[in-house]
């Protein structure tokens, strides 16, 4: 048992370049151990408050200069000489210090900041994988690859933000990844061939300019039959719309940029999982629109995987809500959105009970640390989400992956889906 001797954050900046928060965890036993906290592009409004100097001209408003102070100073002070292996009462007493509901005193990103940290510092001090650390699971997600970016991620007409390709019938994590390699290199040729751009996204995926939601699923469709394998058994296709950004006044521009009722837009996506293998929509709907997402996850039974993102924002009392009223059927999971790690594991502890399934995620601005990779692992979550295979900090959650399926040799699991 080693306690905690000090806590130090630095400003860093994640991959779309701008500034975000690293803190440091020092251990009496010597140990020490850092995190780096992501920062999402389509935010749902009731995440947990990122805390930015949005009066400071020198980052043009966007350096976390505060939430730094906050972590050398009163969340420091009030650490220092915990026992670094209990993270539920360093996580209550950053939640109690706070003191807010939405973190906004202290900021979700100075708190999650030292709370991953901790856990880290943790599992080095116990001398044990991080996994390890997090929990007793020992599965392998499938991959939930996004290799056609568009929305607020990409510069193209592409109304969806994210087409995803899962391949589901992988036996280990290296084959999964295998297939997906197999699968981009041959998009790539395709959008070559057409003269369309290979330039990759915020999340490593293409962003070429498409006219519609139905080229990308098309283009996507032949690089998967090109590659040998056979959409719908092998490989499905996975939609994020982040349908936040295509409300208004009632209304969804999810096809086109003109905005087509509730109805339409139900009917839409119906038409689209049954001209095309479609096994998973994450945001159909705004975030509280919740007779929306009653409806379709009616309407589509059990069949597709109907995902809250900005829905549920790893929220135990948003989740709650979305059990009792059936709204979606699996959550994505965002530790940021939150604030700690004790409560986005009661979150996924929460669905797995109800049989929701849960998809660890990164953001669209993220970095080289890897912990989502390990809290997948960890938490026997069935997927993970993060990005395509391009861009450092997308791979090197992979490759984390890679690392521990060695690790657990004989007793590790590939989730089922
Ligand atoms: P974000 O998007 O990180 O930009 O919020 C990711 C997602 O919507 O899943
Ligand atoms: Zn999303």
């Known amino acids: 048992m080693s306690k905690i001797s000090n806590i130090k954050a630095r400003q860093v900046f994640d991959s779309r370049g701008n500034p975000t928060i ?62 670094i292996e209990d993270q539920k009462k360093i996580d209550e007493t950053l939640i109690k210090l706070d003191g807010t509901k939405q973190k906004k005193r202290l900021g979700a990103n100075a708190i999650l900041s030292v709370s991953l940290a901790s856990c880290k510092a943790a599992a080095l001090s116990k001398k044990i994988p991080l996994f390890e650390n997090i929990g007793s699971g020992k599965t392998l997600p499938l991959p939930l690859m996004n290799i056609i970016n568009g929305g607020t991620h990409a510069n193209n007409s592409l109304r969806i933000q994210e087409f995803i390709m899962r391949p589901d019938k992988a036996k280990t994590f290296k084959e999964a990844l295998n297939i997906c390699f197999l699968v981009i290199q041959k998009l790539k040729s395709l959008l070559n061939d057409k003269n369309l751009s290979t330039n990759v996204g915020d999340e490593g995926g293409f962003a070429p300019s498409l006219a519609s939601n139905e080229q990308a699923i098309e283009i996507i469709l032949t690089a998967i039959e090109r590659a040998g394998f056979k959409a719908g058994t092998d490989i499905s296709l996975c939609l994020d719309v982040a349908a936040n950004e295509l409300f208004k006044e009632k209304k969804y521009a999810v096809n086109s940029s003109k905005f087509i009722s509730l109805e339409k837009t139900i009917e839409y996506y119906l038409d689209l999982i049954k001209k095309y293998p479609i096994k998973s929509i994450e945001d159909p709907f705004s975030e509280d629109d919740w007779n929306a997402w009653i409806n379709l996850t ?57 049989s929701y399934k849960t998809i660890i995620s990164h953001r669209s601005g993220d970095s080289e640390d890897t912990f989502i990779a390990d809290l997948a692992v960890a938490t026997n979550s069935s997927q993970i989400k993060t990005g395509s295979l391009a861009r450092s900090e997308r791979v090197a959650k992979y490759n984390r992956l890679l690392r521990i399926e060695d690790e657990l040799g004989n007793s590790v699991k590939m989730a089922k889906v």
Do not use: C, M
């Open 22 to 83: 690293e803190s440091e965890i020092y251990l009496e036993d010597g140990n020490k151990a850092s995190a780096i906290i992501p920062s999402g592009a389509s935010v749902g409004t009731h995440e947990a408050f990122e805390l930015r100097d949005v009066e400071n001209k020198k980052y043009l408003g966007k350096s976390v200069l505060k939430a730094i102070g906050k972590v050398n100073g009163e969340i420091s002070k009030e650490l220092t000489g915990f026992d």
């Open 298 to 354: 009616k309407l589509v039974n059990k069949d597709i995987q109907i995902v809250g993102d900005d829905l549920f924002v790893t929220n135990k009392e948003r989740l709650l809500n979305g059990i009792k009223s059936k709204a979606a059927n699996a959550i994505l999971v965002k530790p940021n959105q939150i604030g700690t790690l004790t409560e986005t594991i009661e979150v996924i502890h929460l669905a797995h009970q109800n």
